[in-house]
């Protein structure tokens, strides 16, 4: 079997984001910009952002071109997608462009899938786990006579077929609750039944500290969430546990259903968070890089509020607000504390969280039977890769 170097076979360089502050690189713009959140199957086909000439002009964001590999570098690792249009993208994705006629797309695209475990293992980071450029340019790829990778593209694009039609009824059913949000309460920013608008910090607790717990102390349990264990669609992975010593200083406090928010980007503008579900003992700890939102017993609930932040509006008034320098920037607590809200009743936040909850249990049915087509489609990974 002939091996390469990604490096000998592709160019392999990172994206970059225009400064949110300048409104001309952003205002109107026409050129697709993507972020993880977009990467949701084989092909890339929609962006959720666009950028202007001029954005594109003074920022490292790179316009890669139709056919380019698009592989998730930093905070979530190891996604990858095919570029079904010229786009450019956030520092947190490497574009692969393929200069060697020996290997096709879709052979490369299963190849670096079948990768993922071990990259996640090799990735570093405190604050967010990332791959370096580096490493993945050193990938060694396998290289079969075209006539086999065909084969092997068509075997893996049938079992891809069945888990793209799974996650597209996850897609819509996370695309009605956000409806029905609309349908209930109006969009974030908006007062359309005049319930009149306050700060999202005074309807909430925002950061609460981990001393009015009476729960923690020394030998007690906690689920253990770093920013890898939530996903950009509210799941969250709450499975590992800690004990209280281990974790009581530099990770963030928690308790069931409160919610987390990403603060970094561009995990933030990923759409990263959750609603604290299934922790040990009611209790968890994470990421520093999250803000938690907990709400307030007869004025809030968890899913009125994580519903709220997962909108491409909210997270672009986080986005136009964070600080710091470039890589490092986040949404500061104040933006939180005064983002203007209408609270609707909360006899409606409560008949709106019903039925969220029954969009969940149909949404684990669907989970359940996309976690077993993903198991075959690794076996046959395994089969085809080693």
């Given at each position: 079997m002939l091996y390469k170097r990604l490096e000998e076979i592709a160019i392999v360089s990172a994206g970059g984001t225009p400064s949110r502050s300048n409104k001309e690189y952003w205002s109107n713009g026409n050129i697709p910009w993507i972020k993880i959140g977009d990467i949701t199957e084989k092909y890339v086909r929609n962006s959720s952002e666009y950028i202007t000439q001029l954005g594109l002009e003074n920022s490292p964001a790179k316009l890669f071109k139709k056919g380019t590999l698009l592989y998730t570098i930093f905070a979530t690792i190891g996604e990858v997608a095919i570029l079904d249009?010229?786009?450019?993208?956030?520092?947190?994705?490497?574009?692969?462009?393929?200069?060697?006629?020996?290997?096709?797309?879709?052979?490369?695209?299963?190849?670096?899938?079948?990768?993922?475990?071990?990259?996640?293992?090799?990735?570093?980071?405190?604050?967010?786990?990332?791959?370096n450029l580096g490493i993945l340019k050193n990938f060694n790829i396998p290289i079969p006579p075209l006539e086999t990778q065909k084969k092997i593209v068509e075997a893996l694009d049938k079992a891809q077929a069945l888990i793209d039609a799974r996650k597209e009824q996850i897609r819509l059913m996370d695309e009605l609750v956000k409806s029905r949000f609309v349908e209930m309460f109006g969009l974030p920013g908006s007062d359309i039944?005049?319930?009149?608008?306050?700060?999202?910090?005074?309807?909430?607790?925002?950061?609460?500290?981990?001393?009015?717990?009476?729960?923690?102390?020394?030998?007690?349990?906690?689920?253990?969430?770093?920013?890898?264990?939530?996903?950009?669609?509210?799941?969250?992975?709450?499975?590992?546990?800690?004990?209280?010593?281990?974790?009581?200083?530099?990770?963030?406090?928690?308790?069931?259903?409160?919610?987390?928010?990403?603060?970094?980007?561009?995990?933030?503008?990923?759409g990263k968070g959750a609603i604290a579900k299934g922790l040990c003992n009611g209790i968890g700890f994470g990421s520093t890089e999250f803000h938690v939102l907990r709400p307030i017993r007869g004025k809030t609930n968890s899913y009125w509020m994580y519903t709220l932040t997962v909108f491409s509006k909210f997270r672009r008034d986080a986005a136009n607000n964070m600080t710091g320098s470039a890589g490092q920037r986040r949404v500061p607590v104040s933006f939180l504390e005064n983002y203007r809200v209408s609270v609707p009743p909360i006899a409606l936040q409560e008949q709106f969280a019903k039925f969220v909850e029954e969009i969940d249990k149909s949404k684990f049915e669907i989970q359940k039977s996309l976690e077993?087509?993903?198991?075959?489609?690794?076996?046959?990974?395994?089969k085809y890769f080693g």
């Open positions: 249009y010229e786009a450019t993208t956030n520092q947190a994705i490497a574009g692969i462009e393929l200069i060697d006629n020996a290997i096709i797309n879709e052979y490369l695209y299963y190849y670096l899938i079948s990768l993922k475990s071990e990259v996640i293992r090799r990735s570093r980071g405190v604050a967010q786990n990332n791959i039944h005049g319930w009149g608008m306050a700060s999202f910090g005074s309807v909430c607790n925002i950061n609460p500290k981990k001393n009015q717990d009476q729960r923690l102390g020394s030998g007690v349990n906690v689920s253990f969430v770093p920013m890898q264990a939530v996903t950009e669609t509210g799941e969250i992975d709450a499975s590992e546990v800690k004990d209280y010593d281990e974790v009581k200083t530099g990770f963030t406090y928690f308790a069931e259903n409160d919610v987390l928010f990403a603060k970094i980007t561009p995990c933030m503008e990923n077993k087509l993903e198991i075959q489609k690794k076996a046959l990974m395994q």
